[in-house]
């Protein structure tokens, strides 16, 4: 998973990187990246298509995640 990816490389959780400050809601996140990402590398994705298609779900659930927080903060409103 694209989160789980960018959490390795700079140390963070998915829950840091989306600005997730509720602790059950950040751990209920870190635990979801976690148990997909274990999946992914355990099953793994061979082919391009799918690849990419995985790739393009990923980066759309994490934008959705993103105006959620968003939401929620109380920006973009307007």
């Known amino acids: 998973m694209i989160v789980d990816a960018i959490g390795q490389r700079y140390g963070k959780r998915p829950s840091e990187i989306l600005g997730i400050k509720n602790e059950m809601d950040a ?4 635990v979801e990246v ?3 990402s ?3 590398h355990e099953h793994g994705f ?3 298509k799918t690849i990419k298609k ?5 980066i759309a659930a ?4 993103q105006a959620k927080v968003n ?3 109380g920006i973009g409103n307007g």
């Open 38 to 40: 274990d999946y992914i």
């Open 71 to 73: 939401q929620m903060k």
């Open 54 to 58: 995985k790739q393009a779900q990923q």
């Open 27 to 30: 751990f209920a996140l870190d």
């Open 46 to 48: 061979t082919d391009t």
């Open 34 to 36: 976690a148990n997909k």
């Open 62 to 65: 994490v934008k959705e995640l």
